[in-house]
């Protein structure tokens, strides 16, 4: 970690959804660490569940009806995430 970072503390992060900070609906939060360090706390942030998907969603629909710089072929990127959740993975490539 770095000094700054150090100084700073750990991080305590919450949701950015339609321009504000907020708290998970749950109220519950999980800690991060370094896991070359585990005694280093990186931060607190918010246990998200599908109680805050809506919301998400919906600040999501209404930036890509704001004034954006993103084309508005983006404008709708928000209803994908219920699809892409699905998604399977791809397996990770093996060698060099």
């Given amino acids: 970690m770095t000094e700054r970072a150090a100084a700073r503390g ?9 321009g504000e900070w907020i708290e ?3 109220g519950r939060t ?3 660490r370094n896991p070359a360090d ?4 990186v931060g607190t942030f918010q246990a998200s569940g599908a109680a805050d998907v809506p919301a998400g969603l919906s ?3 209404a930036a890509g009806r704001s004034s954006n ?5 983006l404008a709708g990127r928000g ?3 219920p699809s892409c959740a699905i998604l ?9």
């Fill in 79 to 81: 209803t994908l995430a």
């Fill in 30 to 32: 999980f800690e991060s």
């Fill in 88 to 96: 399977p993975r791809a397996p990770a490539p093996v060698g060099p």
């Fill in 10 to 18: 750990p991080a305590a992060g919450r949701n950015f959804i339609a």
């Fill in 38 to 41: 585990r005694d280093d706390l």
């Fill in 59 to 61: 600040g999501s629909d």
């Fill in 24 to 26: 998970a609906v749950s």
């Fill in 69 to 73: 710089p993103w084309p508005a072929r």
